[in-house]
T-cell receptor, first 118, second 112 residues
Framework: GAVVSQHPSWVICKSGTSVKIECRSL??????MFWYRQFPKQSLMLMAT?????????EQGVEKDKFLINHASLTLSTLTVTSAHPEDSSFYIC??????????????FGPGTRLTVT | GQNIDQPTEMTATEGAIVQINCTYQ??????LFWYQQHAGEAPTFLSY????GLEEKGRFSSFLSRSKGYSYLLLKELQMKDSASYLC?????????????FGKGTKLSVIP
């Protein structure tokens, strides 16, 4: 099956600093990548949808200037949390949809990145 | 809204069968997914339904009724490793953007 990687798997940063999270599709090309956030004991909340070569579409309530998304290639999308605050501490998960031939329009999830802001 | 409702928690015995229900608003529906998520890990794909009926995959089956806005995930011959959260997710997107809206998940505990 298709594999999506995320880096780093966990990160601790100080309040006010910025953190970049990478999402890569390892063995397929992804026209669309999705970024989710999951707080403890809650479901995944879609933050934004990114399409290769175009600006990301953010969900209502998600600050685009705080969560910068870049989808520069068909295999890489990055999420940068700028000026992080403790309330940004969460589990960030990306998913990718294959360019073509994906069975049932399946999204393949990365393993997630645990961000802790102190 | 696009409320997706599923039970918060369920408990079942090893070797038994359990059915996890999911109801959703039908307007804009394009397909329904079930994911399994172990604590601290990302979700893994279980099934996808877009047409009415039952889809069987080994010990797991998923059913969909589009007119009723209802789906269930059926797990047979439960194993301890099946203890996880099960997420129902609906594709409400138009124009092929394939965005998913997730339910809050059902935490399944399998007991000996």
């Amino acid at each position: 099956g298709a594999v999506v990687s995320q880096h780093p798997s966990w990160v601790i940063c100080k309040s006010g600093t910025s953190v970049k999270i990478e999402c890569r599709s390892l063995d397929f090309q992804a026209t669309t990548m999705f970024w989710y956030r999951q707080f403890p004991k809650q479901s995944l909340m879609l933050m934004a949808t990114s399409n290769e070569g175009s600006k990301a579409t953010y969900e209502q309530g998600v600050e685009k200037d705080k969560f910068l998304i870049n989808h520069a290639s068909l295999t890489l999308s990055t999420l940068t949390v700028t000026s992080a605050h403790p309330e940004d501490s969460s589990f960030y998960i990306c998913s990718a949809r294959e360019l073509a031939g994906a069975e049932g329009n399946e999204q393949y999830f990365g393993p997630g990145t645990r961000l802790t802001v102190t | 809204g696009q409320n997706i409702d599923q039970p918060t928690e369920m408990t079942a015995t090893e070797g038994a069968i359990v059915q996890i229900n999911c109801t959703y608003q039908t307007s804009g529906f394009n397909g329904l997914f079930w994911y399994q998520q172990h604590a601290g890990e990302a979700p893994t794909f279980l099934s996808y339904n877009v047409l009415d009926g039952l889809e069987e995959k080994g010990r797991f089956s998923s059913f969909l009724s589009r007119s009723k806005g209802y789906s269930y995930l059926l797990l047979k011959e439960l194993q301890m490793k099946d203890s996880a959260s099960y997420l129902c997710a609906v594709d409400y997107s138009g124009a092929g953007s394939y965005q998913l809206t997730f339910g809050k998940g059902t935490k399944l505990s399998v007991i000996p």
